[in-house]
């Protein structure tokens, strides 16, 4: 009889943790899904990852966005990648602004703007995005968009975008 009982409580309760179980990737939420994205690429599997990026975009999440727009941008379909830097700048997303920094400053789709350019890095770095400080650190290095060649700058930027690039990483496991 107790054997009985214990069992009667038992088999609803392990069917209980069962679906469980199966619905917590349902209950994943966005940033889970961009972790899960960014692994799918990294393991190759570059279409999984769009699937889940694009879904991730249609529901307004701006890390999916800019990360959508640089696979888009690395495809030359500037048109759709500017839609989505866009998308993810105005919601002051760094890596989105960084993304439309650079079609600002190759001309990709926009006119080439120079000052636009350097104004969203700078806001990508105020964000700490790894992007922004790169791009800071490659126009002090160089003298591109208005700034003056500035190697110790340039030195300052990189060890900026290091830092902030290690722990974007440390983020994504």
């Not at 889940?52 to 888009?72: G, V």
């Not at 919601?91 to 602004?97: E, P, T």
Request: glycine fraction near 6%.
């Amino acid at each position: 009889m107790r054997t009985s009982r214990l069992h009667s409580f038992i088999a609803p309760c392990v069917a209980a943790l069962v679906s469980l179980a199966a619905a917590l990737p349902a209950l994943a939420g966005p940033r889970e899904d961009l972790r899960a994205a960014e692994q799918s690429i990294r393991g190759g599997d570059v279409v999984t990852a769009i699937v889940a990026l694009r879904k991730l975009s249609e529901e307004n999440y701006a890390p999916a966005q800019a990360r959508l727009a640089d696979l888009q941008f690395s495809a030359e379909n500037y048109e759709e990648a500017l839609e989505l830097y866009r998308k993810a700048a105005q919601q002051g997303d760094g890596h989105g602004q960084w993304g439309l920094g650079r079609m600002h400053a190759e001309g990709a789709k926009v006119p080439r703007d120079p000052a636009q350019a350097l104004q969203l890095y700078r806001q990508a770095a105020e964000k700490n995005a790894w992007q922004g400080f790169d791009a800071l650190a490659r126009a002090y290095r160089s003298g591109d968009l208005g700034l003056t060649k500035d190697l110790t700058e340039a030195e300052a930027m990189d060890k900026r975008a290091q830092a902030a690039r290690e722990a974007a990483e440390k983020d994504l496991k």
